[in-house]
């Protein structure tokens, strides 16, 4: 854990206090890989994030920590393709690995998970997200100077394509070669930047627009991850909330087509067949793999997508729509 002290002298290093100043500091939640904390002076307030070596949920999970200055790295980026689409980088200090940002003030800046847990449901904050999430693919697809500037290819195997899918073929034996093959392609595809944990919890609604947080992941790789990881969560969430189902479908449905339509680096076709098979992947991923989705936690519900993203992995469908209308039409069945 950082102390006070470090916290201080990593912000006086940077230029952001003086060492006269003596700065209010608080918790924030960080999730389960980060410590992040609100640090208030005179006048203005920081947010303070230091990635940990270990996840919360698992203490047996060693994570690189190098995953802060990839997110340092992401978000000056950011910001120069678009303006408010993340929090304002502000600092990194290399000896204590702290990232320091601007603090978005929960009143004016809502979590998105928060507000779609509440029954909020606006597709149009669907749309705004894929609008900016595809922004920033256009933007980098083919700009092979990006590859050394964002190598952290381990972080993101380590994280995403060995916890996720590598161990989901282990525990699901029918697909371990489908997700070999699915590591292999995402790992060697280096087509644009990717934020690699693009979720309603990590999407902040401002009165800008969707404000991008968490990419500790970001490295140069297959942007179809982007869209897949997103769209996967408005399917869970009709298992968690299905009051509110087709909310959520009409959400996955306006990212979908958004997201599509604006993408201009790959045939439209080859680029939903991509999304779709990591949309499926990442399904049964988070009820079979190392990071499960907390809110599914009852085994026959768990079994409910182990068996619909298996059956669609292995028939090859086609279509992210496709994939909503099954999945529609079977929590209608069940």
Known sequence: MLSKTEICHALIRLNLMDASENPGLSE???GISSEIYKVDLDGRSFCVKSALPTLKSDPDWHV?????AAEWEWLK???????????DPL?????????????????????WRDLLSQGIIDPNMAEAAAERLVMLHNAT?????????????????????EAYFLETGRNVEVL?????????????SKVALVHGDVSPKNILIGPNGPVFLD??????????????????HFLLKCLWKPNWKKGYLKCHERFRKTYFSNAKWLDMTELERRVTQLHLGMLVARVAGRSKVEYISDKVTQELVKTFATRHLISHVATTGEVATLWDEILDAD
């Open 28 to 30: 924030l939640n960080g």
């Open 64 to 68: 690189p920590v190098e995953r802060t």
């Open 77 to 87: 980026f950011a910001q120069n393709v678009a303006k408010n689409i993340a929090p």
């Open 91 to 111: 600092g990194y200090d290399k000896q204590t690995n702290t990232l320091v940002m601007s603090y978005l003030e929960p009143e004016l800046y809502p979590n």
């Open 141 to 161: 697809a083919g700009d092979e100077k990006l590859i050394q500037r964002f190598s952290n290819d381990r972080i993101f195997y380590d994280i995403r394509l």
């Open 176 to 188: 371990n070669d489908l997700m070999h093959e699915l590591v292999e392609s995402t790992a060697a």
């Open 215 to 232: 990419a500790e992941c970001a490295c140069y790789g297959e942007p179809a991850f982007d869209a897949a990881f997103c769209l996967t």
